[in-house]
Structures are given as C-alpha cells and as structure tokens.
C-alpha cells in the first residue's frame, strides 16, 4: 500500500490550496483517511481525519478555512485550505488506516507535501 499527497506548494496569505492523496495497493478496506502537519522542533499534529463512515475528526481549529473530504471510488482524501496564513506553514502529511488480507488493518503515511505561506 502506498500513499501518494500532492497540491503543496508556495501561496500568499489569503490564499488556498488543495492538496490531495491517493492511497494505492492491496486495499479491501480504509478505515480512516488523515491529514497531519508539522514544523520544525514541533510535533506533528493531527489537522483532521475521515472515517470511513463520513465522521470528521478535526483537532485544529481552523475557524472553517479548512475542508477534508473523500472520494470513495478513487481513495483519495483531499485537504482544502482557503484564507491561509503564515502559521499554516508546515509539512503536511497524508494518513491512512487500511485493512488488506495480509497485513490487517495497518497505519500507512504518505512522503508529505510541503505548504509556504509567505508573500
């Protein structure tokens, strides 16, 4: 199984992104799909998760700037983030908890895509 996040990159404050990533493999079953970012010298923190039954986990609060959604069909997980600032800065990682035959269910992470806030 491998997760692929994509759609970071450099954007003025005020700004949006939406970054994505698709989960590929021997998938029978996402439990969960998650996004987490990090700085430098902090930990990383979860921004929010999607259950496999629609329920939305968010622990940042982002006063709605952000949108976590699902494509079921094509297990991806996108991230929208509109009006950002400078302290959305961080690498930003993709999560998934994936049930597959011969592993069970399993935590996997993708590679993180690196968001800039910055004019």
């Known amino acids: 199984v491998q997760l692929q996040a994509s759609g970071g990159g450099l954007v003025q404050p005020g700004g949006s992104l939406r970054l994505s990533c698709a989960a590929s493999?021997?998938?029978?079953?996402?439990?969960?799909m998650a996004w987490y970012r990090q700085t430098p010298g902090r930990e990383r923190e979860l921004v929010a998760r999607?259950?496999?039954?629609?329920?939305?986990t968010a622990v940042v609060a982002e006063e709605d700037r952000f949108t976590v959604s699902r494509d079921f069909d094509k297990n991806t997980v996108y991230l929208q983030m509109n009006n950002l600032k400078s302290e959305d800065t961080a690498r930003y990682y993709c999560?998934?908890?994936?049930?597959?035959?011969?592993?069970?269910?399993?935590?996997?992470w993708g590679q993180g895509t690196q968001v800039t806030v910055s004019s």
């Open positions: 493999g021997k998938i029978v079953k996402i439990n969960s």
């Open positions: 999560n998934a908890n994936i049930y597959s035959w011969d592993t069970g269910s399993v935590d996997y």
């Open positions: 999607l259950t496999d039954g629609g329920r939305i």
